[in-house]
């Protein structure tokens, strides 16, 4: 237990989750600075007005740098909703060989930080095991606290050939992990089917569209399209064929796909919304 080397690996295979899952919150509960109240007994988190249910993790104590699950903290009632939702992380850290996750507390020196703090990118990793839509931080008198928002409104849009090449270009804007990894991660997590070979992934979606991923020796992205079923309307009154190109929710009639640039730079995340006000309804120790 000396680094967070698989830890950070983790987070960077979970990017693209990431990317989407911060994207629908905002489309939710606005890009603005949320007034927010967490409830750990109802398990409600109340963002601009909407009320989300969610997973109370833990916290960072920002002057010691260092995390304690809710599980253990001493000064919280382990029995309540938000915290009993994230239960089964624990096992989930034991079987995954992932030590924070078994650990009450421990230093987050060296923890990567996706522009979210660091503690985001625990919460991050946390979230698709508890079925999670996004994640939340606020601040406390000493510290951060840090939710797993898993409110139904979040997951009930299945992804398809025009929205998950945005959550992946997104992700590649991190310069982070591999890429064959982010792409079979969020598959996996939205329970997708891929078909795999050395040079290409495919995901096959519920709509019956398909994002075909092509990956160069090194396993980078190289160019990704989608494919609709043929004679398919899928934007603006306009039918497809299935030789015709879907990318970042365009429709191409080229064989060529958008830049990867120009699609990450439109789709980079900008960070988590906090506000500078401790919620009301939860007190946690310094």
């Avoid at 899952?21 to 409830?39: C, F, I």
């Amino acid at each position: 237990m000396t680094n967070h080397d698989q830890l950070n690996a983790w987070a960077a295979a979970h990017t693209a989750l990431l990317v989407e899952g911060q994207s629908r919150l905002s489309d939710l509960v606005g890009t603005d600075r949320p007034d927010w109240e967490l409830n750990l007994a109802t398990g409600l988190l109340t963002l601009n007005g909407h009320r989300l249910t969610c997973a109370l993790l833990g916290s960072v104590d920002e002057e010691r740098n260092s995390w304690m699950w809710a599980w253990a903290n001493p000064g919280l009632d382990h029995h309540t909703l938000a915290i009993q939702r994230a239960s089964s992380l624990r096992r989930f850290g034991e079987e995954a060989g992932l030590w924070e996750f078994t650990e009450e507390s421990f230093s987050m020196e060296g923890v990567l930080d996706l522009g979210m703090t660091p503690g985001a990118t625990l919460a991050l990793v946390a979230s698709p095991q508890i079925m999670g839509g996004a994640i939340f931080s606020g601040l406390y008198p000493s510290g951060r606290l840090y939710l797993v928002v898993t409110d139904t409104r979040l997951t009930m849009e299945a992804p398809s050939a025009f929205t998950a090449p945005k959550a992946i270009s997104g992700a590649l804007a991190y310069g982070l992990g591999n890429h064959r990894d982010i792409v079979t991660v969020y598959a996996g997590a939205h329970g997708l089917e891929i078909e795999e070979s050395a040079s290409r992934v495919a995901i096959v979606f519920a709509d019956a569209s398909r994002l075909e991923i092509d990956f160069d020796d090194s396993d980078r992205i190289r160019h990704m399209h989608g494919v609709v079923p043929t004679g398919e309307t899928v934007t603006s009154g306009e039918v497809v064929t299935s030789s015709e190109l879907v990318t970042s929710g365009e429709v191409a009639t080229t064989t060529e796909a958008a830049p990867l640039d120009q699609a990450v730079a439109e789709n980079a995340p900008e960070g988590e919304s906090a506000p500078a006000d401790p919620p009301k309804s939860v007190e946690l120790p310094e």
